[in-house]
């Protein structure tokens, strides 16, 4: 999980300043740098996963409480609008949203999932109790299979192949779009995206470093692309330890306490 909030905070800086090379900083403080709301629901996702101690009947409930009150916790993290109504809400539902904000929370249930099935369900669960439109779903979907295959030891080729024969058929290369990809907060305008920057790299940080070159939602694809590569390639110990210091002190506690059930 902590793959996707390094991409999240990577990407944080050239979300409204699209940078289209390679060639950047990958982690800076002084250049704003931060976590944003893929991040912190990301945690609070987690977090539910964490709530529900192997039996996940509840984890809907789970998933509502934990974004609610980390989202109000963090009320400046750069919600969606009508996420951040549904944060507000007292009785909140689903508002059939196809946004990429359902794939780029939902790394935690690929690292939880004892079974391709289990990711399934686990993404299911946290994504439709907002996200219940089914490009919505799918984003998300395809996310949690990716990184529970990737976690598993999959090949490259093996878990490109599962993507194209059940979710999206990725029929570009990030050289082919780059000059003229733009800003889209769908999953469908930004999981092929994102999964094609893994696809196309050869270690964790050239995956973050490919989904931030194409520009657009920089952080969510970031976030999504460092999920899956967190999982396929492990994180390098000075990214991890530099990641570490942009995360206050609840954010370290959340993290650490899944790592130590999830990270293996």
């Known amino acids: 999980m902590l793959g996707a909030i390094i991409g999240d905070i990577a990407?944080?800086?050239?979300?409204?300043?699209?940078?289209?090379?390679?060639?950047?900083?990958?982690?800076?403080?002084?250049?704003?740098?931060?976590?944003?709301?893929?991040?912190?629901?990301?945690?609070?996702?987690?977090?539910a996963i964490l709530d529900c101690?192997?039996?996940?009947?509840?984890?809907?409930?789970?998933?509502?409480?934990?974004?609610?009150?980390?989202?109000?916790?963090?009320?400046?993290?750069?919600?969606?609008g009508r996420f951040h109504k549904w944060i507000y809400a007292d009785d909140p539902h689903p508002y059939n949203s196809w946004g990429n904000g359902s794939a780029m929370r939902v790394s935690a249930c690929g690292f939880a999932a004892g079974s391709l099935d289990?990711?399934?369900?686990?993404?299911?669960?946290?994504?439709?109790?907002?996200?219940?439109?089914?490009?919505?779903?799918?984003?998300?979907?395809?996310?949690?299979?990716?990184?529970?295959?990737?976690r598993k030891g999959k090949s490259m080729a093996e878990i490109k192949d599962h993507i194209v024969a059940h979710y999206y058929k990725i029929e570009f290369k990030l050289a082919e779009i780059r000059a003229n990809y733009t800003f889209d907060v769908s999953c469908q305008g930004s999981v092929p995206q994102a999964l094609e920057a893994f696809f196309e790299s050869t270690g964790f940080e050239d995956a973050i470093r490919n989904a931030i070159s194409i520009g657009g939602d920089s952080d969510t694809i970031a976030a999504i692309t460092g999920g899956i590569a967190e999982a396929y390639y492990g994180i390098p110990a000075e990214i991890r330890q530099l990641a570490l210091t942009f995360l206050d002190e609840r954010q370290l506690e959340l993290l650490t306490a899944f790592e130590s059930l999830h990270l293996r």
């Open 11 to 47: 990407g944080s800086r050239f979300e409204w300043n699209n940078i289209k090379c390679k060639d950047f900083e990958l982690l800076s403080h002084s250049k704003g740098c931060r976590p944003t709301d893929d991040s912190i629901m990301s945690l609070a996702v987690a977090q």
């Open 118 to 150: 289990e990711a399934i369900m686990l993404s299911r669960a946290v994504t439709e109790v907002t996200h219940n439109h089914p490009e919505g779903i799918k984003g998300a979907e395809a996310t949690a299979v990716a990184i529970y295959l990737a």
């Open 53 to 80: 101690n192997g039996e996940y009947n509840e984890l809907e409930r789970h998933a509502v409480s934990r974004m609610q009150e980390l989202g109000r916790r963090y009320p400046n993290a750069g919600y969606g």
